[in-house]
């Protein structure tokens, strides 16, 4: 299970971006999709998660959209009005049957940093 995430960037407070993430050597059908994220000095994090259901964060409820394209094998997340605290660096992550809470294969991940 193997994850290349992009799509970030450097936006203003306010502004959306949206993470894509690809996954590999798995079927997306059968596995719970998170996204994560880690700021300096801060434990990673996860945001949000889909597995039948969708869960967030409370820190990013009603701003980020997390969706699914299982024939592309991509994840996304949208990432509106966002704040000078979603600064980190974002991953995917993936479980079989649950939404995962730790993961041993990190990709290279996604940086997103907002400015104030």
């Known amino acids: 299970v193997q994850f290349v995430e992009s799509g970030g960037g450097l936006v203003q407070a306010g502004g959306s971006l949206r993470l894509s993430c690809v996954g590999s050597?798995?079927?997306?059908?059968?596995?719970?999709i998170a996204w994560f994220r880690q700021a300096p000095g801060k434990r990673r994090e996860r945001v949000s998660c889909i597995r039948g259901r969708i869960d967030y964060a409370d820190s990013v409820k009603g701003r980020f959209t997390i969706s699914i394209d299982n024939a592309k094998n991509t994840v996304y997340l949208q990432m509106n009005n966002l704040k000078p605290e979603d600064t980190a660096v974002y991953y995917c992550a993936a479980a079989y049957l649950v939404c995962p809470t730790a993961f041993r294969n990190w990709g290279q991940g996604t940086q997103v940093t907002v400015s104030s």
């Open positions: 050597g798995f079927t997306f059908d059968d596995y719970g």
